[in-house]
């Protein structure tokens, strides 16, 4: 996977996007981008679909904080408005 990863980095036009929801598998690619050096140079980007438990933020906050490198991009539905998440459950 590390040949994967550096490969593409270097290959791609543009290099890669890594879509991530911050489970099992997408943390195991953004430890290894970090581990390769990828990390900075790789936007990495989280989709909030306004139906998170806290802990999920909780736990997007701690992987903020762990790899600081890291440039997320936060995504949300359309004409979303700050604080009107709980109008969506």
Sequence with gaps: PEEILQWAAKTLPGGVIQFSSFGPSGMVIIDMLDKLGLL??????FIDTLH?????YQHVTNVTKRYPKMKLSIFYPKDFLKGEGSRFD
């Design 52 to 56: 998170l438990f806290p802990e999920s």
């Design 40 to 45: 900075e140079s790789t936007p990495v980007v």
